[in-house]
């Protein structure tokens, strides 16, 4: 059985809104495939360059500014190129990808929507630019978690504009971890176009505001600089041996503080939960973000609990300061039509378990209403 309802986003930038190349459109969830024989355990990943020569990434514009979005058509192509026909839970969700993107947007319990951008984390992302200002929502030195971040707009702004935050992006599948999350970290940064410094390698496209970012190009100049004999001609890059490119991966790396700014988790939230208590991480973020994450309530306990456990205690003597106060914003379609989730039944499900006071602090208006919820413990304001 499919649903489908009025959730997602198109990647494929055919029909543009005024949110960037993000629409929304219809999705559906998939419950026919084999469903994965245990939730997705917790793994934390460390951040690494992908092994592919080229990255092909669009511009998404919110006010002044603008991020670097790896394009769905460039995971497909890697993944056409690999084989990855295991018949396990990741190359289950590799081969519904592969085959068609809007085949299945969610596989329940195998893929969760996380390869493409959806509606809500441009809200977000709008909503953290426009309380930039506001004390109690300080970004930089803030600990973040962004919960469901697939494409992770709201993390990459932080990472780009608040250089001494610390952002932890969480997904369900650690595929979607490594073919967009950590590209499109890159990309805004050690493999960002607008870094200028080796602009003849970026193919940009000024009327779909689309780059390609040759990684082999910076490889070769990373290990030999620009006037080694191994370039041929202008443009050309000689093949560089695994070894190679491992050795350029790191410098790479090296030369910015980007990996010690960012952790990628993945798994489901009931595993993230109990791995993060057993490494004793309780209460370790000062501001929680999730995007289109409650679509079903089967998952409100486990996310409520994960949320409970990872939100920083409240310090009333900086709260009387006027300083940072710990708090999650949960974006989301007021009514996922043909699913069980929504902003009411969500909150209902928090005033039942009297740990956090929520309130609306955003809303889209017209008639596919959108908001953010703002959860803070309970007495803490
Ligand atoms: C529809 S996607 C939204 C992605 C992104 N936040 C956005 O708005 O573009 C839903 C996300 O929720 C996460 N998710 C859903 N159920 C989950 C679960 N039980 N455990 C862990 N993550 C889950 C997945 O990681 C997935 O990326």
């Known amino acids: ?27 559906c969830i998939d419950e026919d495939v084999q469903p994965a024989l245990s939730a997705a355990p917790c793994e934390i990943i460390p951040l690494a360059i992908p092994r592919v020569s080229s990255l092909v990434v669009d511009a998404i514009y919110y006010g002044q500014q603008r991020l670097w979005k790896r394009q769905i058509d460039d995971v497909q192509f890697q993944l056409a190129q690999q084989d990855s026909m295991d018949e396990n839970e990741s190359s289950l969700m590799r081969h519904a990808i592969a085959k068609d993107k809007n085949a299945s947007d969610v596989i329940k319990g195998v893929y969760e929507g996380g390869l493409k951008t959806w509606e809500c984390s441009i809200d977000l992302l709008s909503f953290l630019v426009e309380h ?9 030195g803030a600990r973040v978690l962004e919960i469901g ?9 932080i990472l780009k504009t608040a250089p001494s935050a ?40 000024d009327d779909t505001e689309t780059c390609e970012i040759d990684i082999d190009f910076r490889r070769t100049q990373v290990l030999f600089g620009a006037d080694t004999d191994k370039i041929i001609g202008e443009r050309e890059v000689p093949e560089l041996t695994p070894e190679e490119v491992r050795e350029a991966d790191l410098r790479l790396l090296d030369g910015t503080n980007i990996a010690s700014r960012c952790e990628f988790v993945a798994g489901d939230w009931a595993n993230i939960e109990e791995e993060l208590r057993r490494q004793g991480r309780e209460h370790s973020f000062d501001l929680v973000l999730t995007s289109e994450t409650i679509y079903d309530t089967d998952s409100y306990k486990r996310l409520h609990d994960l949320l409970v456990c990872v939100l920083a205690q409240p310090d009333m003597n900086a709260q009387a300061e006027g300083q940072r106060v710990p708090m999650v914003l949960v974006a989301a379609k007021s009514i996922y039509f043909g699913l069980s989730g929504s902003i009411l039944s969500f909150s209902q499900y928090v005033r039942s378990r009297g740990v956090f006071d929520s309130e609306c602090v955003w809303q ?6 959108r908001e953010i919820l703002r959860l803070t413990w309970i007495n803490s304001n």
């Open 132 to 140: 930039q200002d506001e004390p109690r929502m300080a970004l930089n």
């Open 166 to 205: 610390h952002v932890c992006m969480q997904d369900y599948n650690r595929d979607v971890l490594e073919l967009v999350t950590m590209p499109n970290v890159l990309a805004n940064t050690v493999l960002s176009p607008a870094g200028g410094s080796m602009g003849d390698e970026i193919h940009a496209d």
């Open 364 to 369: 889209s208006g017209g008639s596919m209403n």
């Open 149 to 157: 971040c697939g494409t992770g707009l709201p993390s990459l702004h």
């Open 1 to 27: 059985m499919s649903f489908k309802f009025n959730f997602g986003v198109s990647d494929d930038g055919e029909s543009t809104t005024a949110h960037n190349n993000c629409a929304a459109d219809t999705m």
